[in-house]
């Protein structure tokens, strides 16, 4: 971990400003000793939220707002390159790394079960861009089944930088779910509800997403039961 991340000479964290009372951004936060989030993005533009340490997070040992915090935490490798920062708006990236995360052991072991001999899992650790055939950018995740032949299966979760709350799930070449995260969908409306409905929504939400990862990674393996050779 502490080697993925090398700080480019934009992002050298010199969100510190000498001389100047900085105030946090967050609502209520009286304190006046806040820095600037070092997030720059590939078009070199800042991000303007200062923080305070509390309310800040450190990553790589260069301070950032939360949100941005989790952009260079999803994007990796990515992140050695100045040209490798999405956009300051973009939530995509770091949404993937999060349903990717929650998704993770689930995938592993169903894979893990449907893998034959001579096959083996592969996992992405970060996310990377990739563009649909529209050569509209999205935001990915996958895990993927290979032998020494090459790809067997892939299942990926991935978010368009155009409906950046959006997530959608592919096995092989089959859209297999999507929908909004019920926290987003939540956040649009200004809704706030009890901490065990939220529990209880996200996990129905990733229940929804694994069975049909599941279905489909099953009926794939079906299909290539009846035609070994043909996939
Ligand atoms: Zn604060
Ligand atoms: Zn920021």
Known sequence: MTTLFQPSPQNTGNGVVVGTALHCSLRGCTSTSAQLCAYRDRRGRQCHAAFCVAHSVSFAGISYCRRH????????????????FPDLND??????NWIARDLDQSIRRLLGRTARSGESVIVDESVRLAHDPARKARWERSWRIVEHTGLILKVT?????????????RVGTEMVAD?????????????????????????????????????????????GDRAPWGR
């Not at 901490?195 to 489909?216: H, K, P, T, W």
Request: glycine content about 8%; hydrophobic content about 40%; proline content about 5%.
């Open 69 to 84: 915090a989790g952009t260079v935490q999803a994007i990796g490798e990515l992140a050695k390159d100045p040209n490798g």
């Open 91 to 96: 939530r995509a990236p770091s949404l993937v």
């Open 157 to 169: 979760v991935h978010v368009s930088e155009d409906n950046d709350s959006l997530v959608h799930v």
């Open 179 to 223: 929908g909004v995260p019920p926290w987003i969908a939540r956040r649009r409306e200004g809704q706030e509800v009890e901490a065990a409905i939220d529990v209880s929504q996200r996990q129905l939400f990733y229940r929804f997403l694994e069975e049909n990862i599941s279905g489909a990674v099953l009926r794939f393996r079906a299909r």
